[in-house]
């Protein structure tokens, strides 16, 4: 603030308004330190691939390394979701998925049951939720629910695209025993969107090292165990385990 203040020659008070009613008007998003632009338009199922890849992996491969046999695992749909099931090597697992990407990864793994979580599905981030799914998941008790997030927020919670993904979002954490939510450094603690599933007292988030430390801190006094991985940001491509990545 106190940059922007000086190079435009204002007070604080003024910037402190502007900024005010810019974020009011969901033009900028308040982070810690500033603020930044409000994110672009959602990016494709193959965009997100594209983008992370070290981070999703390495973030994967360690919420993976969480299950032990015999496990039933609700596994949430997206990117970073998917790196989990690609690194599952626990055996006699059962896992309940609303992801086509996960389904497709774990076709290939012959010691993972999958159960698919019925509903809509929402092409473009192969998502499927809604009543059905719900109902579902009513009739389970998972000893693990990996959880994807479009935002990571220490008052909100975990953020979705739309009200359907935040309704099922919710449900898996309330019918599991562990809540893992997974998700990069670029989702810790923005407020831009509209649509939030609540995280429980006590909950681990994995993410990688590059994430804010005083986001982290937030987050620590809202209940999360934080877990920081170090990627190989040299990795260009997914590292294919057990699994399918047609």
Sequence with gaps: MEEIADRFGVSFATVRRDLSRLHEDRRITRTYGGVALTGPAELSIH??????????????????????????VILDAGTTTEFVARHLEAAGVTVFTNGIGAVNVLL?????????????????????????????????????????????????????RTLEQSRLKTLMMQRARQIVVVADHRKVSTDQFNYWSPTPARWRLITDDEAD?????????????????????????PTTLKGNQS
């Design 47 to 72: 965009q997100r691939h594209l983008e992370f890849t070290a981070e999703k992996d390495a973030i994967g491969r360690q919420a993976a390394e969480l299950v032990t046999d015999g496990a039933v």
């Design 213 to 237: 430390p005083a986001a982290l801190d937030e987050l620590r006094n809202a209940g999360a165990q934080i877990d920081l991985t170090q990627p190989l940001r040299a990795l260009t491509e």
């Design 108 to 160: 290939g793994n012959e010691d993972v049951s999958v159960v698919v979580l019925g509903g809509r599905l929402r092409a473009v981030n192969q998502t499927i939720s809604g009543p059905e799914a719900e109902h579902m998941l009513g009739s389970v008790v998972a000893d693990y629910a990996f959880i994807g997030a479009d935002a990571v927020h220490p008052q909100y919670g975990v953020a979705s």
